[in-house]
Nanobody
Framework: QVQLVESGGGLVQPGGSLRLSCAAS????????IGWFRQAPGKEREGVSC????????YYADSVKGRFTISRDNAKNTVYLQMNSLKPEDTAVYYC????????????????WGRGTLVTVSS
């Protein structure tokens, strides 16, 4: 079982940037992709971005394309989400998660996730 610990959330003004980190430990080879989903109050879970552990291919939700960048450091077993040009609608709890799939449906095949980190975009 893999353990995931997120960090880097906080309060930022619209237009600002944050970088989230996810440290993975445990049995880290038993999943296809790792990424970030978010959950805002009263809204459905949204799969923000994921990266394949095999070929490094990435997926981004349309709502964040061009603003967010996912990356990984295999030596550190860490995945990052660089978030630029943040908007109030990006406010949510962001969770790091592993999945048996990549691409658009990755968030429907989750097998582990962390406790989340809160991102608040507000002036």
């Amino acid at each position: 079982q893999v353990q995931l610990v997120e960090s880097g959330g906080g309060l930022v003004q619209p237009g600002g940037s944050l970088r989230l980190s996810c440290a993975a430990s445990g049995f880290t080879l038993n999943y296809y992709a790792i990424g970030w989903f978010r959950q805002a109050p009263g809204k459905e879970r949204e799969g923000v971005s994921c990266i394949s552990t095999s070929d490094g291919s990435t997926y981004y939700a349309d709502s964040v394309k061009g603003r967010f960048t996912i990356s990984r450091d295999n030596a550190k077993n860490t995945v990052y989400l660089q978030m630029n040009s943040l908007k109030p609608e990006d406010t949510a709890v962001y969770y790091c998660a592993t999945s048996k799939r990549g691409g658009r449906t990755w968030v429907r095949a989750l097998d582990a996730w962390g406790r989340g980190t809160l991102v608040t975009v507000s002036s």
